[in-house]
């Protein structure tokens, strides 16, 4: 039986898992498009582009969707481009 300490460390784990890969997607598709460029044209402030970047936040949907837009893509082409380099096991519920 997993203890909440243990949950609450493995939820951290998955969260900081999210976070990396949305920064490293992110980083690889932004190319060489500035955050300051970007945030202005999209309407996202420039220190969430470059926490996001950095792999320190994750971003909620509706920056998913700008980013996206940003980027040229679908939010569902973005998602799945963080979900290909997530672990082959990763889930974010416990069974």
């Known amino acids: 039986m ?7 460390d493995k939820n951290l784990q998955n969260k900081i898992l999210i976070q990396k890969a949305a ?3 992110y980083k690889k598709l932004k190319k060489n498009k500035s955050n300051y460029l970007l945030g202005a044209e999209y309407e996202i402030s420039t ?3 470059s926490n996001i970047e950095r792999g320190l936040k994750d971003p ?3 920056t998913i969707f700008k ?5 040229g893509l679908k939010a569902h082409e973005f998602v799945k ?3 290909e380099i997530l672990p082959d096991n990763f889930s974010l519920i416990d069974t």
């Open 23 to 25: 920064g490293k997607i």
């Open 67 to 71: 980013l996206s837009e940003a980027l």
């Open 60 to 62: 909620q949907l509706t």
């Open 81 to 83: 481009e963080i979900e």
């Open 2 to 8: 997993m203890t909440i300490e243990n949950k609450s």
């Open 47 to 49: 220190s969430l582009l």
